[in-house]
């Protein structure tokens, strides 16, 4: 390809509002052009990076016998009504009408399309295990799409999806997928990679796995432990919380004039903040209730958490006016000497439990209790695991030092259970002749976001470097002439020779100045450079560079030069694998 | 792959309402299912296949240098208002908001895509021609999805687009991407297709070229001529019209009682039809306006002209009521003597020429002229070419006489001048620096449908017959043994082998009768059967057969077998090409 004709410019300024460095460069080197918000055209230097990644994710689906499928985006609406996601589903999920009036959806995954399909094709235990996949459109209409590439509403998804009899096969399969995962990324060449138990969110299910890479930009907090295995998003993850043990004492009313926050009264108390318990109120907008949680003085509450306990799309605090309504008074607020709980769920955090003759609110003005002991004085309550995991907390499994990252999701895995196979009522005969609901997995990657992780771990200060595995071209070739000399003729015989060669190769032969070239190339970032000019033409020889390390020689085009190039990208390819 | 592991069953049922042999062959052979009107999931037999297809038309698009890229399906309004074909665009084009009511279009074709990339990037004339291409989905509402793949509201495209900056170029590129599109259906083993001039439809533009399968059961109705190289869809075509000559003779009224159509009045009159005028009404939905074309009594109008003509998205004959109001008599209406014109448009097709002294209406009951002259008693008209081609017409260029075929389309490609770079306001430098507007082509193949039209070309009684550059497997190996004996162990090795050789095999080892299994792979299509039987495996000869031709022979363990199976793939191969 000559770079005169290729189609998306070198440009100097980045896109406004961006903070991703993948954004940045994907977007100054003429990979990506924004059309809307979170809506990408991708150039041909993006496209051919992007086919080299389907490439292969398709090798490693394959490996684990993937049958390749291709499922439509419009899905009749009845399809997510069977699922209850029609409803469940905020507004990330695109509605229409067609012309006939009748609703549909953007496919924004396709586990209802797989079970339909399931339905009508499954009727033997002989036809199980097995998994399709497919490369399609998937379309969230997120709130905040930023970030280039990494948080968009309309992108290419590698989606897998696995039927299994039992759990020891389902099990089986789940970790080969996880494996495949891992080898992909590590052929596309990314290093700093872990996978993380996660939220199951919106598909529900029994256990996920989300594929993470550390990044310091990144959207996801991480809890890691550096000594046993334990890795959790932050939304799910947990902790061994410290205990404060005392001789329960009898509940008493006490006189807290002016102190209303924790500290206050963690102070005026001459208690530790660990041993008050904190009211923290909610309004649930989707099913329109308030909110009282009673968590230890000194957690917050994990939202994503305290949402799936209540299958809840949306959350926000309640306002005093809310909360006065329920009888609880902002400030003192108690579960104790409440008039009513009408309309009010109270929820207990399992931290609670923790601490002995707590200090909670009086549901009175400047009155608290003290020795408040929820077993003995609040016997009926629910204990629920909702706090999120603060900074400095010990590992839930091991009890050494949690550490806390920054991660960018490059993919996820989850066991689906029966929730989509029983909304389908898919059943299959057993060998026994009896009827079966088989189990789901689906796994998930978007290629566009694995494309910007590559970036986002891979570059310098001048512009993008490419893994060879998933480079848009191999090799650079800058000729640094301006004339049609002899400089010239040598790059374009090289040029054609690298083709015949099955080499891929960019070709700088535009007629611009050196310093323009070279910026471009780093820019640009393909893993192998090659320098032809005036100067080096005169001792018959060319300069190879590498766009990482910026090693530099010359190979003389007396030698098996060919052969040499061949040999740096194979190497450079062997940097990507496990 | 193993045949008792592959998702989709073999069927005995066709569709409900299916029409088409693809439909219904591919439906029952487990290629594809419904999800909706017009919505399919392409199972793996049908993926496979379709990836065959796409990477032929990849290698096609890249001999004549296309640039790959993936526009976005989601368009914003603005896009599609700029070229003014967010209204003139009906039904067919899906519309919604997204969470911030902000309106979308899904895609149907991505010139708007396109022309907003061009905008950002062409500065220079150095950068023309190029041509970038994609395969993407595609989304259009159509009123009438039938057919299996060939009509379809959610559709992968290959859809490509070309920059040129003068007339010359242009079309010299025009014709090489004619030519890449045969060699594509020629390599996806179709035989009887040709390329006609065809309507520029919703693209506008100039010149548009269609490719169409010859196929009886085919939607489109094609003028061919078979002397020259006259060939055109008959939404477009044309003909040499008989011309009646007379010397013109004076106007005049004449009472004809009861005679309301026009046979009638002829037969009446004594004159021929073709020496009468017929008024014809519409209404124009679109401009809200009432039409009265005036033809040869002989003629019917032609729709897709008319629509053209006037712009219109949808026409409808006008009713008695709407005629009256003009000022027109319906059975006897005329041009001549209308009360008012207002709010009514009249356009006169040139057949109207072609006679002397004809026979109009007199807008009175019972009442007609003779003996009307076009120019001299109408000097003031507007003529178009409005006719549809009668049977036994004969060509406009050569005179020889015209053939009527039925064709299914499988390409168009469209010379769509500076439609769309003059909306988007492009321009770039010319080597004098003066800015020019470049021009474009766009070139389209469905990918599903050209899958579908290669089923309609090629098939029997029994079931689909692949050619082999796109089956979805080379061999079909079929073990009729139902025991775990010597039959079963040469297949399960015969099976292996295979695979190691590169060859793609699907495998039936299932315990079904040699009946179900003999059926099931002539219902599939793939067109090397491999047999292996109790009986054939004590003569240590296995059979191989084509499903095409049903020829069949024995080959020997001992012989170099893997050599002669090589050979006869390569040998079905070479059937593929031009």
Known sequence: MKLSKLLGNRLKEAPKDASLISHILLYRAGYIRQ????????????????KKIIDIVREEMDKVDGQEVLLPSMNPREMWDKTGRYQSIGSELIRFQDRNEKDYVLAMTHEEAVAFLGKSELFSYKQIPFMIYQFQLKFRDEPRSRGGLVRVREFTMKD???????????????????????????????KNYISVQSDVGMMGGKLAHEFMLLCDDGEDTLIICPECEYKANKEIARCRLEEFREKPLPMEKVHTPGQKTIEQVAGFLDKKIEQTGKAVFYYDDTNEQLIFVLIRGDLEVNETKLKNRLKSKEIRFATDEEILKTGAYPGYASILNLKSSDGLKILIDESVLTSDNLVVGANEKDYHYINFNLKRDYPDAEIFDLYSVPENSVCPECGNKLKLSKGIEIGNIFQLGDKYTKSYEIQVLDQDGKPQTPMMCSYGIGIGRLLASVVEESHDENGI?????????QVHLLCLSKKEDAARKASDDLYKELLEQGIEVLYDERKESPGIKFADADLIGIPVQIIISDRNIETGEFEIRLRKSKDSRNLSYSSDYIKEIKNIISKELSLCRR
Do not use: C
Request: negative net charge.
């Open 35 to 50: 059309n809307a918000a979170g809506i990408y055209s991708y150039l041909p230097l993006a496209y051919k990076t992007m």
């Open 465 to 473: 470097i490419w893994p060879m595995s998933i480079a848009p071209f």
């Open 160 to 190: 897998a999806y696995s039927f299994h009899l039992d759990d020891k096969d389902l099990q089986e399969y789940y970790y080969k997928v996880h494996e495949a995962y891992s080898n992909i990324f590590s052929r596309t060449g990314l």
